[in-house]
C-alpha cells in the first residue's frame, strides 16, 4: 500500500528552529545567523561589531566550530557572554545545537545575540536555527566567482559583507563583477564593502544591526 | 552534502510512517530534491542503503523526482524553469521573482508491504 506525505525531511529541524524563534521573540532578543567560508573573517568582524556597540547593545554570541573554543575565548576576552558549541565534525551548526547553546545563556537584557555558524559556503544554508536573519562574510581572498558557485548561500543571506577590501590592490578580485553575479542570484541581498582591518565601511554594518536590534525588545 | 545525516532523518521519518503497520516492510519512497538543494541523489542512496541494512527498509528503492529551479516573475506573470540560479526573469529581466521550485528536500510517498 502506498502513504502519502509530502514531508521535508529536514522538519525535525524546523520544529527545533521554530522553537528557539518563539523563545528569542519571548525574550526580545534579534538573531543573526553569521555564516562565510573558513577565513573570511567573521570572528574578526565579530570582534570589531562588538568594539562599536558597546553601550548602544547589549550582546551574547553563540561560536560554531568543529573543535576548539578559540573563538568564544576570542569573544569573551571583550566581556560578552560566549557560548562554544564544538560540533566534533558536523559542518554546520542546526537547531539543536543552537538550542544547546541556548541553554548555556542568561538573555536577561540582551539586544542581540550573533551566532557565528562553521566556517562553509554549502550546508549552513540548510539548516535553520530560528534566526532572524542570515549575514554572510566573503572575503576578496576568496575569489570573485562564489556566487555562482555557491549560490544556495547567497539567496538565503540578507547581508553580505565583502570583507578585507584593504587587500584589493594586491588580489585579483573583480568588485563589479563579484556584486553583478551576487545580485543575480538575489537581488535584494545587500552588499557592503568592509575592512575589518582598517574599518573602512562598517559604519554601514553597523547601521543595519542597530535599526534592527533596538525594535523587538522592551 | 553530508548525506548520511540527512539518510538518517529520512529513516526516522520513514519507520515512524510505518509503526502502525506492524511487520511491514518498505518497498519505495519517492523523494523530490530541488536543482538547488545541496544534497546529491546518489550520495544519498548509498547512505540510505548503508543504514537500512537488517532493518524494516533494507531494499527500499528511493526514487528521486530532481525538480527544476523555477520562479514566477511578478511583472510578466508568468512563470519560468530557469537553469541558472538567478532570480531575474529570463523574459524581461525583471528582479520581481519569486522562486517556485528548486529548494526541495521531501519524502513525497512510501509504499509498504506486510512482512515475510
Known amino acids: ?218 | 552534502m553530508h548525506e548520511l545525516g540527512i539518510a538518517q532523518s529520512l529513516l526516522e521519518i520513514v519507520e515512524q510512517e510505518a509503526r502502525p503497520y506492524e511487520g511491514a516492510r518498505v518497498r519505495r519512497i519517492v523523494l523530490r530534491i530541488g536543482k538547488l538543494s545541496t544534497v546529491v541523489p546518489d550520495a544519498l542512496r548509498f547512505a540510505f542503503d548503508a543504514i537500512t541494512r537488517g532493518g524494516m527498509a533494507e531494499g527500499a528503492a528511493l526514487e528521486i523526482e530532481e525538480v527544476p529551479l523555477s520562479i514566477r516573475c511578478h511583472q510578466c506573470e508568468e512563470a519560468f524553469i530557469v537553469e541558472d540560479p538567478f532570480m531575474i526573469c529570463p523574459r524581461c529581466g525583471a528582479a520581481d521573482v519569486e522562486m517556485i521550485s528548486g529548494r526541495e528536500l521531501e519524502i513525497r510517498s512510501m509504499e509498504i508491504c506486510d512482512g515475510d
Open chain 1, 1 to 218: 500500500m502506498e502513504i502519502k506525505l509530502v514531508k521535508n525531511i529536514l522538519q525535525a529541524n524546523e520544529v527545533i528552529a521554530a522553537q528557539n524563534k518563539e523563545l528569542f521573540a519571548q525574550k526580545g532578543v534579534y538573531v543573526i545567523n553569521l555564516m562565510g567560508g573558513a577565513g573570511a573573517g567573521k570572528t574578526t568582524l565579530l570582534e570589531r561589531t562588538i568594539e562599536r556597540l558597546k553601550g548602544k547593545r547589549r550582546m551574547a554570541v553563540i561560536e560554531g566550530d568543529i573543535a576548539t573554543s578559540r573563538d568564544a575565548e576570542r569573544i569573551a576576552a571583550h566581556q560578552i557572554p560566549a557560548v562554544q558549541i564544538n560540533t566534533g565534525g558536523e559542518c554546520h551548526l542546526d537547531g539543536n545545537m543552537v538550542r544547546t547553546g541556548l541553554e548555556q545563556l542568561n538573555f536577561d537584557g540582551i539586544d542581540l545575540l550573533v551566532v557565528e555558524n562553521v566556517g562553509n559556503l554549502v550546508c549552513p544554508a540548510e539548516f535553520n536555527i530560528g534566526e532572524d536573519a542570515k549575514a554572510m562574510v566573503c572575503s576578496v581572498a576568496e575569489g570573485d566567482d562564489k556566487p555562482l558557485k555557491y549560490p544556495l548561500m547567497f539567496q538565503v543571506s540578507s547581508v553580505l559583507l565583502l570583507n578585507k577590501i584593504d587587500l584589493l590592490p594586491h588580489v585579483a578580485f573583480d568588485v563589479e563583477r563579484f556584486r553583478a553575479d551576487a545580485l543575480k542570484v538575489n537581488p535584494r541581498l545587500e552588499i557592503m564593502p568592509v575592512s575589518c582591518t582598517t574599518g573602512e565601511g562598517l559604519d554601514a554594518w553597523l547601521r543595519w544591526l542597530e535599526e534592527r536590534s533596538g525594535i523587538k525588545g522592551a
